[in-house]
C-alpha cells in the first residue's frame, strides 16, 4: 500500500517548513524511523523520521521548497520492506574504529546540527564515528573531530558569495530582491502604508551602496540571524513600542538569594535574580492580564495561560524557550524550568515545543555594561521585560524610627516594552510598579 508521508506540525505556532536536504532518494528502500529529510523553521532544525519501513516511490517537493503544514512530501510503498540484516561475521583479528552508520543513499546518519558544524569546522563527516542512536553522528562527534571549538563563519550561500564577488571586485548579475519585497508585502498587508525596504530605502531616500575597501570582511548572515533581523524588523514597524523604566532596589532580594543559593546549588540548581523576576511576573501578569495577550487582525487575545519565554544562549545563538504556566509554580519549579531550558539549549538538545507559545517574555542580557535598554517585543507577545545591570546605589530608606536615612543597596532598571494598540499606558505602569513591588518586598518561598 502506498503511504502519504505529510510535513508533521512542528510546534504549535508553526504553520510551515522548509526542506532543506532530502536524504534518501526515489527507489530507496528504508526502515521505519528512518530520517527521510532535513526541515528547518522558524523555531528549530529537525529530522521527519519514516512512519514506516518500505520503498520511497516518489519525492513531490524539492531542497529549497516552503512547505505547509500537512502537505504530502513523499510517497512510500510499505509492501517493500528492507531485507533481514545478514548473520554477523567472525570477529576480525584486531578490531577496528566503528564507521559512521549509512543511510540508504550511502551517506553517514547525522543530525542536521552535526552536518552544519561539519561544514563550519571542515571536517569530512564521513569520518566521523557516531555515538547516538543507531550510531548517528552527533554535534559533540564533530567537535570532538575537529578538536576546535566551531567557527562563527558558516559556508556562504549563493547570495553572500554574489556579495563577497562584488566586494572583491567581480561583476554580479544583480539579485531579486524577493526577501525584502515579501517583508515589505507581509507589513503592508492591510493596505495603506508603504514601509521603508530594507537594503533600499524609503521614499526619496536611497540607501548609499557599499564601497569595499582593504580589511572589510563580508560575513553573511547564518539562517538563524535572518529569522532574528526579519522578526526584529517586522516587529518594530508592526507594534507601535513604547517604552517605561522602574528603579528596584534588590537589597531584600539579593539576602534571600544569599541565604539560600548554596543550598539549591548542593541540588545542582542556581537560584538566580532572574528566576525571581520571573517568579514576580507570573504573578504580575496573572493580575495585568492585558499584557498576557496577541494583537488579531480587528481584536486581541488575552490568554488564559501564563507562559513566559526566558531568553538565553545557545551555540546557534540567543532562543527563547517557555516556561510554561509559570503563574502555577514557586520559585523553586521556576529554577529548574529555567536551568533545565538552559542546559539543552546550551547542549543543542532545545526542541521545537521548548521554543513556541510564550505569551510574554523575558530578557537578560548579561551582567557588564546595560544601564537599561528597550527590547524589542518578541512577536505575537505585547511585551517584554528587560533586566538591567545590578549595581550598588546610594537609597534613602525609612529607618526604624520614621526617619530617612541613606544606605548602600543592590539596585537594578528594568524596562518593560509594550505595543500600544492594546496595552496602554495605565495597565503597563500597574504590572510594572507591581513587579517592583513584588521584588522589592521578597515574600518568596525558596
Known amino acids: 500500500m502506498v503511504i502519504d508521508v505529510k510535513m508533521p506540525q512542528l510546534g504549535e505556532s508553526v504553520s510551515e517548513g522548509t526542506v532543506t536536504k532530502w536524504l534518501v532518494r526515489e527507489g530507496d528502500v528504508i526502515h521505519k524511523d528512518q530520517p527521510l529529510l532535513e526541515v528547518a523553521t522558524d523555531k528549530a532544525d529537525t529530522e521527519v523520521p519514516?512512519?514506516?519501513?518500505?520503498?520511497?516511490?516518489?519525492?513531490?517537493?524539492?531542497?529549497?521548497?516552503?512547505?505547509?503544514?500537512?502537505?504530502?512530501?513523499?510517497?512510500?510503498?510499505?509492501?517493500?520492506?528492507?531485507?533481514?540484516?545478514?548473520?554477523a561475521p567472525a570477529p576480525a583479528a584486531a578490531p577496528a574504529a566503528p564507521a559512521a552508520s549509512r543511510s540508504a543513499t550511502g551517506?553517514?546518519?547525522?543530525?542536521?546540527?552535526?552536518?552544519?558544524?561539519?561544514?563550519?569546522?571542515?571536517?569530512?563527516?564521513?569520518?566521523?564515528?557516531?555515538?547516538?542512536?543507531?550510531g548517528r553522528i552527533t554535534k559533540d562527534d564533530v567537535l570532538r573531530a575537529a578538536d576546535a571549538p566551531p567557527r562563527t563563519e558558516p559556508p556562504m550561500s549563493p547570495a553572500m558569495r554574489a556579495i563577497a564577488d562584488k566586494a572583491m571586485g567581480a561583476p554580479a548579475a544583480p539579485a531579486p530582491p524577493a526577501?525584502?519585497?515579501?517583508?515589505?508585502?507581509?507589513?503592508?498587508?492591510?493596505?495603506?502604508?508603504?514601509?521603508?525596504?530594507?537594503?533600499?530605502?524609503?521614499?526619496?531616500?536611497?540607501?548609499?551602496?557599499?564601497?569595499?575597501?582593504?580589511?572589510?570582511?563580508?560575513?553573511?548572515?547564518?539562517?538563524?540571524?535572518r529569522i532574528t533581523a526579519d522578526h526584529m524588523a517586522y516587529s518594530k514597524v508592526t507594534s507601535p513600542h513604547v517604552v517605561t523604566v522602574a528603579e528596584v532596589d534588590l537589597h531584600k532580594a539579593a539576602r534571600l538569594r544569599e541565604a539560600n543559593k548554596d543550598r539549591y546549588k548542593k541540588e545542582g540548581l542556581s537560584?538566580?535574580?532572574?528566576?525571581?523576576?520571573?517568579?514576580?511576573?507570573?504573578?504580575?501578569?496573572?493580575?495585568?492580564?492585558?499584557?498576557?495577550?496577541?494583537?488579531?487582525?480587528?481584536?486581541?487575545?488575552?490568554?488564559?495561560?501564563?507562559?513566559?519565554?526566558?531568553?538565553?544562549?545557545?551555540?546557534?545563538?540567543?532562543?527563547?524557550?517557555v516556561v510554561r504556566r509559570a503563574d502555577e509554580l514557586g520559585v523553586r519549579g521556576i529554577v529548574r524550568a529555567i536551568d533545565d531550558l538552559a542546559r539543552r539549549a546550551k547542549n543543542g538538545k532545545i526542541t521545537v515545543d521548548d521554543l513556541s507559545g510564550?505569551?510574554?517574555?523575558?530578557?537578560?542580557?548579561?551582567?557588564?555594561?546595560?544601564?537599561?535598554?528597550?527590547?524589542?517585543?518578541?512577536?505575537?507577545?505585547?511585551?517584554?521585560?528587560?533586566?538591567?545591570?545590578?549595581?550598588?546605589?546610594?537609597?534613602?530608606?525609612?529607618?526604624?524610627?520614621?526617619?530617612?536615612?541613606?544606605?548602600?543597596h543592590p539596585v537594578m532598571y528594568m524596562a518593560l516594552s509594550y505595543d500600544h494598540r492594546i496595552v496602554d499606558g495605565v495597565a503597563a505602569n500597574s504590572f510594572l510598579w507591581r513587579v517592583t513591588e513584588l521584588l522589592e518586598?521578597?515574600?518568596?518561598e525558596v
Open 50 to 87: 519514516a512512519p514506516a519501513g518500505g520503498r520511497v516511490v516518489k519525492l513531490l517537493v524539492r531542497e529549497n521548497d516552503v512547505v505547509p503544514v500537512h502537505s504530502v512530501l513523499l510517497q512510500l510503498d510499505d509492501s517493500a520492506q528492507p531485507a533481514a540484516a545478514a548473520a
Open 107 to 134: 551517506a553517514a546518519l547525522a543530525t542536521p546540527t552535526a552536518r552544519k558544524a561539519a561544514l563550519e569546522n571542515s571536517v569530512d563527516i564521513d569520518a566521523v564515528q557516531g555515538t547516538g542512536e543507531r
Open 179 to 225: 526577501r525584502t519585497a515579501q517583508l515589505a508585502q507581509m507589513i503592508n498587508a492591510g493596505g495603506g502604508f508603504v514601509p521603508p525596504v530594507p537594503g533600499v530605502g524609503y521614499g526619496a531616500f536611497k540607501v548609499p551602496p557599499y564601497r569595499p575597501n582593504e580589511g572589510d570582511k563580508v560575513v553573511p548572515f547564518t539562517r538563524r540571524r
Open 271 to 321: 537560584l538566580t535574580m532572574l528566576a525571581f523576576v520571573t517568579v514576580a511576573v507570573a504573578r504580575a501578569l496573572r493580575e495585568t492580564p492585558d499584557l498576557n495577550a496577541r494583537v488579531l487582525d480587528d481584536a486581541y487575545v488575552v490568554f488564559k495561560d501564563v507562559n513566559i519565554g526566558v531568553a538565553v544562549d545557545s551555540p546557534e545563538g540567543l532562543v527563547v524557550p
Open 358 to 408: 510564550a505569551t510574554f517574555s523575558v530578557s537578560n542580557p548579561g551582567l557588564k555594561g546595560n544601564l537599561f535598554g528597550g527590547a524589542i517585543i518578541s512577536q505575537p507577545n505585547v511585551g517584554i521585560l528587560r533586566m538591567g545591570e545590578i549595581q550598588k546605589r546610594v537609597v534613602v530608606v525609612e529607618g526604624p524610627d520614621g526617619e530617612d536615612h541613606m544606605a548602600i
Open 441 to 444: 518586598k521578597a515574600e518568596f
